[in-house]
């Protein structure tokens, strides 16, 4: 079976930094993924990690642990437009030629002035 | 930048009626794929397609559904027979066959209302 827990809700103030946890019970693991879901529109890819370790990207960073089944979303100084759902998803295909993701439930970042 | 399209963008049909969702993935791209989202709720799994056949299909993707590649560009998705419970957003999504980091691309989404 496949499990990803992730925060309902966060909020944070414009400027700050958050994190955002994910933790993940699968049966296979091929990497790991982050990405943003605005309201009413499509997820879009923020960052991959299939190695332990941090992966930074501009604002975003996201860090990796297998042993722990742990990842964490990191966004730094935070705009309004941050504001939006954050989809954890991890790749755990049954077989060696499907690719596809499970989703976690997303966790939705109020970012206030 | 090349990007996944979809149609209709939102579509209303009476439960019972057949619905076909289409989609033109990245025409780079080797491996498409179909997920759903009801309101308020994740993005879940249905169905993966690959060299011509689906790879891998969730237990949501049941007999009503199908999925065909009719051309070398449009990936549709066919509801025979809807239900009330099959109104979500219809996301279809492709990625690369090998190398980088495989993300998927998703479409703007296609969203059903079933009455």
């Known amino acids: 079976g496949q499990n990803i827990d992730q925060p309902t809700e966060m909020t944070a103030t414009e400027g700050a930094i958050v994190q955002i946890n994910c933790t993940y019970q699968t049966s296979g693991f091929n990497g790991l993924f982050w990405y943003q879901q605005h309201a009413g529109e499509a997820p879009t890819f923020l960052s991959y990690?299939?190695?332990?370790g941090l992966e930074e990207k501009g604002r975003f960073s996201s860090f990796l642990s297998r042993s722990k089944g742990y990842s964490y979303l990191l966004l730094k100084e935070l705009q309004m437009k941050d504001s939006a759902s954050y989809l954890c998803a991890v790749r755990d295909p049954p077989s060696g030629s499907a690719r596809q993701l499970t989703f976690g439930s997303g966790t939705q970042l109020t970012v206030l002035p | 930048e090349p990007e996944v399209t979809q149609t209709p963008s939102h579509q209303v049909t009476q439960m019972g009626q057949e619905v076909i969702l289409r989609c033109v993935p990245i025409s780079n791209h080797l491996y498409f794929y179909w997920y759903r989202q009801i309101l308020g709720q994740k993005v879940e799994f249905l169905v993966s397609?690959?060299?011509?056949?689906?790879?891998?299909k969730s237990e949501i993707f049941d007999d009503q559904f199908s999925v065909e590649r009719p051309d070398g560009s449009n990936f549709t998705l066919k509801i025979r027979s809807t239900k009330l419970e099959d109104s979500a957003m219809y996301f279809c999504?492709?990625?690369f066959g090998t190398g980088g980091t495989g993300e998927l691309f998703f479409g703007e989404g296609s969203r059903l209302t079933v009455l």
């Open positions: 999504a492709s990625s």
């Open positions: 397609f690959y060299n011509n056949e689906i790879s891998e």
């Open positions: 990690n299939v190695l332990d």
